[in-house]
């Protein structure tokens, strides 16, 4: 069992930055892979990104590319994600998730364990 924890959710105006952190507890967390997912008001969950354990290899949404960093600190149990030059399209609450590999997912494989969000709002 892997439980998570996000937080650094916030109000941020467009064009600003937010680094948001996903602590974990369980034993698996050091050699799962890990994601971020996000989720706006009346849509459906969206990958964002993911890291592998293995190599710490990263994979991203189309969208998010060349904005947003994924990150891993095993040592601290801890996942984070930076979101620069943040739009208001990306607007929702995002999620961190665990998944049941060790490599790096595609982005449609489902995780297994999920925290419980936090709210990133962007103002325009």
């Known amino acids: 069992q892997v439980q998570l924890v996000e937080s650094g959710g916030g109000l941020v105006q467009a064009g600003g930055s937010l680094r948001l952190s996903c602590a974990a507890s369980?034993?698996?967390?050091?050699?799962?892979?890990m994601g971020w997912f996000c989720q706006a008001p009346g849509k459906q969950r969206d990958f964002v990104a993911a890291?592998?354990?293995?190599?710490?290899?990263?994979r991203y949404a189309d969208s998010v590319k060349g904005r947003f960093t994924i990150s891993r600190d095993n040592a601290k149990n801890t996942v984070y994600l930076q979101m620069n030059s943040l739009k208001p399209e990306d607007t929702a609450v995002y999620f961190c998730a665990s998944y049941q590999s060790a490599w790096i997912p595609d982005k449609t494989t489902s995780p297994r364990y999920w925290g419980q969000g936090t709210q990133v709002t962007v103002s325009s």
């Open positions: 890291i592998g354990w293995i190599d710490s290899s990263t």
């Open positions: 369980g034993r698996t967390f050091s050699t799962s892979a």
